[in-house]
């Protein structure tokens, strides 16, 4: 198992933008895919997107396509999710996932896709 914590949360405007970071523990974090989620109030948790093991394959869930960008850095032990162009609906808890599931990206939006997860950052935009 991986632990992660996330950060980068906050208050924007529609039409913003925020970058959330997501920094795992272990020296493995490699060999994970990573993902978010998010979970706005009386909703279920949804995928939002998901990158391979060297950031060569990703995977976006409709609602955020050409909006936002994950990205990885092994280096690091850390995976990102710019958010450009912000929109009330995006509004929710954010989620960092991880896998060592070793199915196609494109295949793991579940949660129970994934194993590991972090606390969850806000993302609240204004209108």
């Known amino acids: 198992q991986v632990q992660l914590v996330e950060s980068g949360g906050g208050l924007v405007q529609a039409g913003g933008s925020l970058r959330l970071s997501c920094a795992a523990s272990?020296?493995?974090?490699?060999?994970?895919?990573m993902g978010w989620f998010r979970q706005a109030p009386g909703k279920e948790r949804e995928f939002v997107a998901a990158?391979?093991?060297?950031?060569?394959?990703?995977n976006y869930a409709d609602s955020v396509k050409g909006r936002f960008t994950i990205s990885r850095d092994n280096a690091k032990n850390t995976v990102y999710l710019q958010m450009n162009s912000l929109k009330p609906e995006d509004t929710a808890t954010y989620y960092c996932?991880?896998?060592?599931?070793?199915?196609?990206?494109?295949?793991?939006?579940?949660?129970?896709?994934?194993?590991?997860w972090g606390q969850g950052t806000q993302v609240t935009v204004s209108s």
């Open positions: 996932a991880a896998t060592n599931n070793y199915k196609h990206v494109g295949s793991l939006t579940r949660e129970a896709d994934f194993g590991s």
């Open positions: 990158i391979s093991w060297t950031g060569a394959t990703r």
């Open positions: 272990g020296r493995t974090f490699s060999s994970y895919v």
